[in-house]
């Protein structure tokens, strides 16, 4: 399947991609990060484009994934801290991705979502059908994607939300330390204390555990519900949590009570996941805390960083400078920068090359263009200023009030100034407005051209696949398709062969089912895979019994020792006819896709073996001798020969035996041997015209047990070693 994971970089999105990766999933991660040099590993692809764009639905139409994942709650990209100043930047972006998969894909969109939902106390644990009621920003932000969900599941769209209940895990950066074990860690190392509530209790839920539990909704065929509450279902106590965290840390931390008496945590019930999934932890607090107590120990300056600020009235003036000096800069060149125009506009005065230039009004057209309308006004109220105090050298401020000429030069003065810095502020902004539209334009080619690559890639790859590629259709259906220039008694020993080659797998067994209990190996490639015996009872095999029984290829997930690795069955109506079993297969390639391609496989070879089986029903009268159980000549030279040059080929083990029937007549002695040997064995002429006995799967050892039965019998007969066809 395709699948597309939604969320920023971290600890809990790799163990996603390995556990999908090794299912066989192809992978692609679109993320709000900028680009960085190395690619995510095992990711097919990568989109790095905020939630919100437009060009959302190219990817998703490109990618048409089978499953999405909105890590949600889980996402990195989100500083959940800052999300007060951008409230709908959460929603938004949800609805934005959420509208492009309902647009343009028909699988399953999984929204994670958190306890967080719920901040009023619980004493009981918590089902899916309680309403959420967050308080803090985050909380808030969940419930609403929470709803944007169900809205659209209300629609019949296949969408499912996941609560999960604290989390927590090995966290890679300080984005990732924000859950409730993050912040205990965080705390120690800042204050060699831990603050736990007497009453405080939690059910934590290890990121491993998660995404096993994620997997089950993810490969569902149709989940039940469209909400479900993921839990470990095991509260354990603040106290206990502390305890276990201190092991992991170096030097004394002291446990404290919290004096506030913090809210209840809540603990949600899973109660419906388990019904219809089942829940089993692996990963427990008491075993995983301590490590990552030690990795954030290890890792201090990364987790616990404490901006150190000169306290009391120092403190305020260096803040004060701080956030002031930039916006009070420009003023203060700007009164600098008259004095010199001031002075220039005193030695001016009077002079006759200098008497018809305004320094003045240079001074505020030069202000105007560097800094616009704000700074020309100011330098234009230094400029009167300066004005009026050089005209009072020699005049009183009431005659300069009077005289009409200083508001005709003010005037001047203001509008220059004014209209320059109005054109330059504008000249400003057109100039923002363009290079924001060329960075946005820019922005939209590179993620056309992303988008391209990628396709074309996809493109390639999918052409190549079809061609070369092992596991492509047309290469298992080139391979198993040679099956057909056998003799129908040959199929069987070559379909071993076949199987083994397109599995990559030296160990492979064909059992034939000879009853509703026991099945006979007809064909095996290596010693490996005849370990299990020349005859099994399967139904006592019941772990993989009852996955063939349900038409479902088998997994030897823990790695018994009494069973192959992988295992399906071929079925001929209703009843089972064989059983493929492979072995020598990597712990890596034992996926969902592997045992899809084995269900292929199967299907292929069985077209193959039923066609050889109807065509020897339809000629079963003609190969046995009239009213006896022996072949003829030309059917059982047609069978020896087939079983010989398979053990030539080490694909099964064979004996023949020469019966001297003496003066018993063949018919009479047919009778007598049959019931000496398996059903898997057979009697017949070849042209000689004496009676041999063709013993399936059969060393030397088990052949002369044979024989003996037989000579006492009152046969005398013997092993052929050479062939005789």
């Known amino acids: 399947m395709n699948i597309l994971l939604v969320g920023g970089k971290s600890h809990f999105l790799q163990l996603l991609i390995e556990k999908l990766n090794k299912e066989g999933h192809r992978i692609f991660i679109l993320t709000d990060e900028p680009k960085s040099g190395r690619p995510t590993r095992k990711v097919f692809e990568t989109y790095h484009f905020s939630y919100e764009e437009s060009c959302i639905r190219e990817v998703v139409e490109s990618i048409q994934p089978d499953e999405t994942i909105f890590l949600g709650a889980f996402d990195t990209n989100y500083k959940w801290a800052e999300l007060k100043s951008h409230a709908g930047a959460f929603s938004a972006g949800l609805m934005n991705v959420l509208s492009a998969f309902v647009g343009c894909s ?4 999984i929204y994670l979502s958190s306890e967080e939902v719920f901040q009023q106390e619980f004493t009981d644990a918590i089902s899916e059908d309680e309403t959420p009621a967050a308080v803090t920003a985050k909380g808030q932000a969940l419930a609403v994607g929470e709803g944007i969900c169900k809205y659209y599941r209300d629609m019949g769209k296949d969408v499912v939300t996941l609560r999960l209940d604290h989390m927590y895990g090995m966290p890679e950066s300080a984005l990732e330390a924000k859950n409730m074990i993050g912040r205990m860690c965080v705390e120690a190392l800042e204050t060699r204390e831990i603050l736990v509530g007497k009453w405080q209790r939690a059910a934590l839920l290890h990121e491993s555990d998660a995404v096993e539990f994620i997997y089950r909704v993810v490969a569902a065929k149709e989940p039940k519900y469209g909400l479900y509450h993921i839990s470990s279902g095991e509260p354990i106590s603040q106290q206990t949590m502390a305890e276990a965290l201190v ?3 170096d030097g004394e931390i002291a446990i404290m009570e919290n004096p506030k008496e913090p809210r209840w945590e809540p603990v949600l019930s899973n109660t419906r996941y388990a019904e219809e999934f089942g829940i089993r932890i692996f990963h427990t607090p008491e075993k995983e805390l301590p490590p990552i107590a ?36 420009p003023f203060l060149e700007n009164m600098v920068c008259f004095i010199p ?3 220039l506009n005193n030695r001016a005065v009077g002079r006759e090359y200098f008497q018809n230039i305004d320094f003045y009004l240079l001074y505020v057209l030069l202000f105007a263009i560097v800094y616009g309308q704000q700074q020309a006004t100011f330098s234009s109220l230094l400029a009167v200023a300066g004005y009026t105090f050089r005209q009072m050298y020699h005049r009183s401020g009431f005659d300069v009030m009077l005289d009409y000429n200083t508001y005709i030069w003010i005037a001047q003065l203001l509008i220059l100034g004014l209209a320059v810095g109005y054109m330059r502020d504008r000249l400003r902004v057109l100039e923002d407005e363009g290079k924001n539209e060329v960075k946005f334009l820019s922005k939209q080619i590179d993620d056309i051209a992303d988008i391209n690559v990628s396709n074309v890639r996809i493109k390639e790859m999918l052409s190549t696949q079809i061609v070369n590629q092992n596991d492509s259709f047309g290469k298992l259906y080139e391979v198993t398709s040679s099956l057909d220039k056998y003799e129908p008694g040959e199929v069987l020993f070559y379909a071993a062969e076949v199987l083994a080659q397109l599995m990559g797998s030296k160990d492979v067994a064909i059992y034939s089912v000879a009853n509703r209990s026991y099945a006979r190996l007809f064909s095996a490639t290596s010693q490996k895979a005849r370990s299990l015996g020349n005859s099994i009872n399967y139904v006592e095999m019941e772990e993989m019994y009852e996955q063939l029984q349900e038409r479902k290829v088998y997994i030897n997930k823990n790695m018994d020792e009494r069973y192959p690795l992988m295992a399906d ?31 292929v496989i199967g299907y292929l070879i069985q077209n193959a073996v039923l066609r050889a089986n109807r065509y020897m029903s339809a000629l079963e009268e003609q190969r046995y001798i009239e009213g006896t159980n022996i072949l003829g000549q030309e059917a059982f030279r047609s069978l020896v020969k087939a079983y010989m040059n398979a053990r030539n080929k080490e694909l099964t083990e064979c004996a023949l035996i020469l019966i001297d029937t003496g003066e018993v007549p063949k018919e009479e002695a047919g009778h007598t041997l049959s019931k000496m040997i398996r059903q898997s064995d057979f ?3 070849l042209e000689d015209g004496n009676l041999y006995a063709l013993l399936a799967n059969t060393n030397e050892k088990s052949a002369e047990m044979v024989e003996t039965r037989f000579q006492e019998a009152g046969f005398e007969c013997s092993i052929q070693e050479d062939d005789v066809v």
Request: glycine letters at 8%; a positive charge; hydrophobic letters at 50%.
């Open 247 to 249: 092991k992991g840390f």
């Open 569 to 599: 069955a071929i079925y001929s109506e209703e009843n089972m006819q064989l059983i493929l079993m492979v072995w020598g297969i990597p712990w890596e390639r034992m996926t969902l896709g592997q045992a899809n391609m084995l269900t």
């Open 683 to 685: 009697l017949g002429e």
């Open 294 to 329: 030690k990795h954030i120990n290890r890792n201090a300056t990364e987790f616990a960083r404490i901006e150190v600020r000169p306290k009391g009235i120092i403190g305020k003036i260096h803040r004060w400078i701080k956030e002031f000096l930039p916006a009070v800069f």
């Open 341 to 343: 125009f001031f002075m």
């Open 106 to 109: 028909t699988g399953r969109f």
